[in-house]
């Protein structure tokens, strides 16, 4: 009999406590809802804002008169009480729906969650085994005005050096057979709140900027700590220099983008879009090696060193960008020298094709 008492104690306490918690959960959903409402007046304001900044500027440009302006102006501002009213009766009657059912409310939707597990007791119908995936606590919210945008950014070229005293034209290395390669990632971020016109690009890059010498030369390491290029004693197959970096770029981007507005987010659109970008880079040298390959008697031989050759440790210097949408034209040009305490400073310059996927 005890035992029996025991029992139907325990269970009746987890049934109290199921109450409670479902009471605490279904009054949270309201308060989450009046904090929405908050939310539309606020965003609809804002969007009004931007509309209201689009017109302007068509006016200032021109392309609309006075009276089409003071018109558009009208209906933008029509357009957005008009949907906070509706929204915020939509959210009124959610609140009803729920106070009138304590909570207990059955809802279809199927639209952005994450989703997380609630163990339990108990044999309600949203239950299974005890487990239930709750998704209105861990619902995604949409970001209405997202300023910040991120691209992988791959480009490849030409690669060459700025002798000091010579043209390029004179340049000891190859100009079609030296090559480099980046590759990284980037964030753009809108500079100023009511216009696009002027983003700051930022993140990191490994650049690879490979010379292949010219007339069967290779790089040589002097006992005096210079580096010099000198004849090798076999026909060389190929001779290859690379130098191995990890940079941080950053770009001030100049350029039109497409605004478009919808009751739940702003957005600008770089598509079809022609930009500029105009800044620099900051880094370091990862590591320096050689690639020679050449045959004696007959047999192929390969050898790869990997050394220091003297080049500098820290890696700076000015870069540049133009195109439409995510195809640009690319140049970088680095300011410090190659090789440290040179007799004759030798600086990287690169020219090729920039993608940002």
């Known amino acids: 009999m005890r035992t029996i008492t025991m029992y139907l104690i325990v269970l009746l306490t987890l049934l109290l406590t199921q109450g409670l918690v479902a009471q605490e959960s279904y009054k949270e959903k309201i308060e ?52 906070i009213e509706e929204r915020i009766a939509i959210i009124d009657n959610k609140i009803s729906l729920l106070e009138r059912n304590n909570g207990d409310v059955k809802e279809l939707d199927t639209l952005n969650y994450k989703f997380a597990f609630e163990f339990g007791v108990g044999d309600d119908d949203d239950k299974l085994f005890g487990i239930r995936i709750n998704e209105n606590k861990y619902r995604k919210e949409t970001v209405y005005d997202r300023r910040t945008y991120s691209d992988i950014v791959l480009a490849v070229g030409l690669n060459n050096t700025i002798i000091e005293g010579q043209s390029l034209n004179d340049s000891p290395y190859k100009i079609g057979g030296s090559r480099f390669f980046e590759m990284g990632w980037q964030w753009r971020t809108r500079v100023f709140k009511n216009t696009n016109f002027l983003r700051f690009n930022y993140g990191f890059s490994f650049q690879f900027n490979g010379l292949k010498p010219k007339d069967n030369q290779y790089l040589v390491s002097l006992e005096n700590g210079q580096s010099e290029l000198q004849e090798f004693e076999y026909d060389l197959d190929k001779s290859k220099f690379r130098m191995d970096n990890l940079v941080f770029p950053m770009h001030f981007e100049f350029g039109p983008s497409k605004l478009s507005t919808t009751d739940k987010t702003i957005r600008y659109s770089l598509h079809n879009k ?4 105009l800044g620099g880079y900051a880094g370091f040298n990862l590591g320096t090696r050689q690639k020679l390959k050449y045959t ?9 060193l990997k050394r220091s050759y003297n080049t500098n440790d820290l890696v700076y210097g000015l870069s540049a960008y133009a195109g439409v949408d995510g195809v640009l034209l690319y140049v970088k040009y680095d300011l410090n020298p190659i090789f440290k305490d040179a007799a004759v400073d030798q600086r990287n310059i690169s020219l090729g094709l920039r993608f940002d996927l």
């Open 32 to 83: 989450t809802l009046e904090e929405q409402k908050l939310s539309i007046t606020r965003q609809e304001k804002e969007a009004l804002k931007f509309e209201i900044a689009e017109i302007v500027k068509q006016l200032e440009n021109g392309q609309i008169t006075e009276e089409e302006s003071n018109a558009l102006k009208m209906k933008a501002a029509e357009k957005r009480a008009l949907n």
């Open 274 to 277: 022609f930009r500029v970008g």
């Open 296 to 304: 004696i008697d007959g047999e192929k031989v390969k050898d790869k």
